[in-house]
T-cell receptor, first 108, second 116 residues
């Protein structure tokens, strides 16, 4: 079993919908990351969090350390949000363990 | 200019050939990483380096070697490429000197490698 599991693996929605992507992990961590991989392949960091909630524009990330679970929310989704969203955790020594990614498609 | 660059961006080669992928960074970060990404799988760590004299194997180092020529440069070599090394390869950097020590990693644009 993967140490980091994301759900769903694929998600298609209409423009304007509220999106939730989930991440569960089975190991002790010091931080959790949400990354975005564009269709061209590049990866950018969206959030790094170790507790609570962070917000950037229309994106919100939450983490529940006790339940070993994090969610990434997108409000008022737009076609340009279409990408693969990747959850990753710091197990230690700055090494990251990655989930398989969630492919999000937002249709106009 | 991009902070983390990779060359080449795309490469097609034949089985048995030696291939080198290069990564350079202008962020001044001390830590550098090489990952591979296969369809349907998460990124997997090949090698990582915490400074010029500190090189460590990751989860899938067999068939690969690395060289940290300077703080800003980290190269990945495939000594004798095989088809199942066809993948997207990413270099990343991080800075150990942040307040928590668990800083975010900054990724290069990736190198798409095809081994025929």
């Amino acid at each position: 079993k993967n140490e980091v599991e994301q759900s769903p693996q694929n998600l298609t929605a209409q423009e304007g919908e509220f999106i939730t992507i989930n991440c569960s992990y089975s190991v002790g961590i010091s931080a959790l990351h949400w990354l975005q991989q564009h269709p061209g392949g590049g990866i950018v960091s969206l959030f790094m969090l170790s507790s609570g909630k962070k917000k950037h524009g229309r994106l919100i990330a939450t983490i529940n350390i006790q339940e070993k679970h994090s969610s990434l929310h997108i409000t008022a989704s737009h076609p340009r949000d279409s990408a693969v969203y990747i959850c990753a955790v710091n197990k230690g020594a700055q090494k990251l363990v990655f989930g398989q990614g969630t492919r999000l498609t937002i249709n106009p | 200019d991009a902070d983390v660059t990779q060359t080449p961006r795309n490469r097609i080669t034949k089985t048995g050939k030696r291939i080198m992928l290069e990564c350079s960074q202008t962020k001044g970060h001390d830590r550098m990483y090489w990952y591979r990404q296969d369809p349907g799988l998460g990124l997997q760590l090949i090698y990582y380096s915490f400074d010029v004299k500190d090189i460590n194997k990751g989860e899938i180092s067999d068939g690969y070697s690395v060289s940290r020529q300077a703080q800003a440069k980290f190269s990945l070599s495939l000594e004798s490429a095989i088809p199942n090394q066809t993948a997207l390869y990413f270099c990343a950097t991080s800075d150990s000197r942040g307040p928590t020590g668990d800083n975010e990693q900054f990724f290069g644009p990736g190198t798409r490698l095809t081994v025929l």
